[in-house]
């Protein structure tokens, strides 16, 4: 098969692993995405991790068998595994040792596009490369020198690595702060201008790009301005923001972030968090959720785990059930607050809109304006100051009912009807 490298999975079941079934197959959906061909899978339970192989000794035995049977270059492990149990598989196995961790971060390293994505893997994958790339050099130089460690030429050249690989990370680091602060000010700027804000949330390949696209359907923005939208895993991993802007004048910040996924590395969360911190800044936030697949309440609490970790509080959550043209009937306990919708098809938007829009004029006040025919000028800028419910053309006046933020109100205030709508 061109362009495919041929692997094994394999996979320890430990006592609490609750959800394991599902994480293996997941783990064959991830290296189907890095462009591995899966030849075979391996699962082992136990007790505890081994100290040395991190399985049982037999086991190795037989996975050692089975690589010999099926010619595969790689194995490909559902766990972060340390140095020493890459080391020592990799001595005993004889082939290329992937964990999961390393497997997902070679698919961000495929996918990233933008130079801060880019820089974000850099640093993650260095991180996480740092003491595994010192252990493989260390077990080298004892090869060459039959098993005796040469510590003159081999401490130094660990040494030079180690620290050409340090700067690297402070070297991307740095980098990385220059457009965090430039998205920061991004983030004020949106803020200044008071313009809502919704971050798209949920597990990777739920459907959040596709949910953004719907919005700028609605909006008739142009087909540039739509995001990549794919059925894999982490399709896409910039975050991409989009001015919406509907018929009823109803407007907002669409924030399109990266997907999760079970035991999301730390490396990864750690170097994206700068991205994240969109989400944090939110007003509200959709956490879109594929309610096709049977195990849909655990990758929903998967991604909502993630969320708590990174800090996410006091932002109201709005469950948006997806791909509803697959399943209409979800098996489980709903989340209280949802909308059902199919992002793909457009079903269930009226309804998503409906909702996205009270929260929106939550804090808004309806008013009654008398517009001098002499400033009718003023009813652009209350088109960008609020929203505009009826507009009628008097012999004396134009009478306004609109519904303005309380931090515009006072620039009106000479002109209200002397009638609160309420």
Not at 36 to 61: C, E, H, I, S, W
Not at 184 to 201: E, P
Request: aromatic share 6%.
């Amino acid at each position: 098969m061109p362009n495919k490298k041929s692997a094994i999975l394999i996979g320890v079941k430990l006592p609490g692993f609750h959800d394991f079934a599902q994480a293996f197959e997941e783990l064959d959906n991830l290296a189907l995405a890095c462009d591995y061909y899966v030849l075979k899978k391996v699962t082992q339970n136990l007790d505890a991790p081994t100290n040395n192989y991190y399985l049982g000794a037999g086991k190795v035995f037989e996975i050692k068998a089975v690589l010999e049977e099926t010619g595969a270059e790689t194995a490909i492990f559902d766990t972060e595994l340390s140095p020493v149990h890459i080391r020592n598989l990799e001595k005993a196995l004889n082939v290329n040792i992937v964990d999961r961790t390393m497997l997902i971060l070679q698919i961000f390293e495929s996918r990233a596009k933008t130079k801060e994505a880019k820089l974000q893997v850099a640093v993650a994958k260095a991180t996480y490369m740092l003491p595994r790339l010192i252990d493989h050099e260390a077990n080298y130089d004892r090869q060459r020198s039959g098993g005796k460690a040469n510590k003159g030429t081999g401490e130094t050249k660990l040494e030079k690595d180690k620290r050409a690989l340090r700067n690297q990370v402070i070297k991307y680091r740095k980098e990385l702060a220059s457009l965090t602060e430039k998205r920061r000010v991004q983030r004020l700027q949106r803020k200044d201008n008071h313009l809502f804000t919704i971050a798209i949330v949920g597990y990777t390949n739920a459907g959040k790009s596709a949910l953004m696209n719907q919005f700028l359907t609605l909006a008739h923005r142009s087909q540039n301005k739509k995001v990549l939208e794919k059925d894999m895993v982490f399709a896409t991993l910039e975050t991409s923001s989009r001015l919406i802007s509907l018929p009823n004048l109803i407007k907002f910040i669409a924030v399109d972030t990266v997907g999760f996924v079970r035991r999301l590395p730390h490396h990864l969360i750690e170097a994206f968090k700068s991205t994240l911190e969109e989400v944090k800044e939110a007003d509200l936030i959709l956490h879109v959720v594929d309610i096709s697949d049977p195990e849909f309440l655990t990758l929903m609490n998967v991604a909502d785990d993630v969320l708590e970790s990174l800090g996410v509080k006091d932002i109201p959550v709005l469950y948006v059930l997806n791909k509803i043209d697959i399943i209409r009937k979800p098996q489980g306990e709903l989340p209280v607050n949802h909308v059902k919708i199919s992002a793909l098809r457009g079903l269930g938007m009226p309804q998503l809109m409906m909702k996205i829009s009270e929260y929106i004029l939550h804090d808004y006040h309806p008013l009654e304006l008398k517009i001098p025919y002499a400033n009718q000028d003023l009813l652009d800028q209350l088109r960008k100051d609020g929203i505009l419910l009826e507009t009628e053309y008097e012999d004396d006046a134009i009478y306004v009912s609109v519904a303005l933020p309380e931090h515009r109100i006072a620039i009106y205030e000479s002109y209200i009807n002397h009638r609160d709508l309420n």
